[in-house]
Structure formats: C-alpha cells, structure tokens
C-alpha cells in the first residue's frame, strides 16, 4: 500500500495533464463555433472572464468553460495555464484527501 503513496504526485500529475488536454481539445472545437452561437455559459464567461478556467474540473458546467474560451478567442496558452492550476489543485485535493483516510 505505501508504493501508491510514494507515486501519489505522479498520478496526480498525470491526471492533471491528462485532463487539461482534453479540455484544450474542447478549446479547439470553441474555435470552430461561428461567432453568431450564443449560449448561457458563454454569457457566464464573457460575465466573469478568463477566471471561469480554474473551475474547468466542475462536473457538467465545467466543460462549457474551455468551449466558450475557444469561441470568444481567448489567448490559449492563459487558458491552458488557467485550466491546468484549477485541473492540478482538484487532484491535489483529491489526492491529500486520500492519503489521511488510507
């Protein structure tokens, strides 16, 4: 059991860039959605900015957030770098969170 926990931040690291490509490819779809598109959490973004991208991890509305990244053209190496920190800190999270309970 303690060969998880001495691996536990290269899993969490993984995970993390695992997680943040997939929604750099949903970033890319953003970029083919003609600008006339409106949707609710493009307004959300637009409302709130770039910040939206740390909670990318959010079941269910957090996928929107990189899509509407990519519609409204937002530089890609901030969102990357947005969705990685918020990505990275759930896993972390997470991670600590089990090793006090196992």
């Known amino acids: 059991m303690t060969e998880w926990k001495e691996r536990l931040w290269d899993i969490v690291l993984v995970?993390?860039?695992?997680?943040?490509?997939?929604?750099?490819v949903t970033y890319l779809i953003g970029l083919l959605i003609p600008n006339k598109v409106v949707q609710k959490k493009i307004e959300l973004f637009k409302k709130w900015g770039p910040i939206c991208l740390l909670f990318t991890w959010v079941?269910?509305?957090?996928?929107?957030?990189?899509?509407?990244?990519?519609?409204?053209?937002?530089?890609?190496i901030l969102t990357a770098v947005l969705i990685l920190?918020?990505?990275?800190?759930?896993?972390?999270a997470l991670a600590y969170g089990t090793s006090l309970f196992l």
């Open 85 to 92: 920190i918020g990505k990275f800190a759930r896993y972390a």
């Open 59 to 76: 079941p269910i509305i957090g996928d929107a957030f990189p899509l509407a990244a990519g519609w409204l053209r937002v530089n890609w």
């Open 15 to 24: 995970a993390s860039a695992g997680n943040t490509l997939g929604a750099l």
